[in-house]
């Protein structure tokens, strides 16, 4: 089984570390040659707009958009990759590029300049243990539809969350040492692979 992490811009080589860690074969995909070869797809961290012009430049976004439809491809956006994911963006510039997979509507950089970085222990749903969560200017999800399952939650909203093939977090789990929600993606692509 093959997972890719999208290679455009951001958190990429994070990702790899953690899915090889996992005893997965992994893949950084720019090319839709690339994405035929994975199962599952992790959409990174880094700055959502420039992500989200170049995966239409680099002509993946329909692809991605194709194959998770028919769900013989799991995706799972972390932080950037959250807003990549969703739906509806609640607060981005006019125009702002986005996948349009998960029935969500997520904020940009919900948390505001005094909590702008931070970590914090989290409850993760299926998770006998907390998680060390690591937010750098995250977004939210501020409205979910019915079909969404809310796996983690803040004061200040719904943090991660599952959709059928379709896996969210605002935080990064790429950036701890844990790699259970790699594990739990991984589950994921495994049901269907
Ligand atoms: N705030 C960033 C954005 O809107 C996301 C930050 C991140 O991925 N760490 O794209």
Do not use: W
């Not at 090319?31 to 420039?50: A, D, F, R, Y």
């Not at 680099?58 to 194709?66: C, K, N, P, T, V």
């Not at 904020?107 to 299926?126: C, D, V, W, Y």
């Not at 983690?152 to 990064?172: I, Y």
């Amino acid at each position: 089984m093959k997972i890719g992490v999208l290679d455009v811009q951001g958190a990429v080589s994070e990702h790899i570390k953690h899915l090889e860690l996992c005893d997965v074969e992994a893949v950084a995909v720019k090319t839709e040659k690339q994405l035929n070869q994975v199962c599952g797809l992790i959409l990174p961290g880094g700055e959502s707009t420039t992500i989200g012009r170049l995966v239409e430049l680099f002509g993946l976004a329909d692809a991605i958009r194709e194959r998770s439809r028919e769900k013989s491809l799991s995706v799972f956006g972390t932080c950037a990759g959250m807003i990549l994911i969703a739906k509806e963006i609640t607060d981005g510039t006019t125009g702002q590029p986005s996948l349009g997979l998960m029935d969500i509507a997520v904020k940009r950089n919900a948390f505001g300049r005094q909590r702008e970085s931070f970590e914090t222990s989290l409850r993760f749903k299926s998770l006998d243990e907390p998680l060390t969560a690591v937010f750098i200017r995250a977004p939210i999800i501020e409205r979910a539809g019915e079909g969404v399952e809310a796996l983690a939650e803040m004061p200040e909203g719904t943090v991660a969350a599952r959709q059928g093939n379709l896996l969210t977090t605002s935080f990064h789990p790429e950036l701890t040492t844990d790699l259970r929600v790699h594990r739990f993606f991984i589950a994921m692509c495994e049901e269907k692979a």
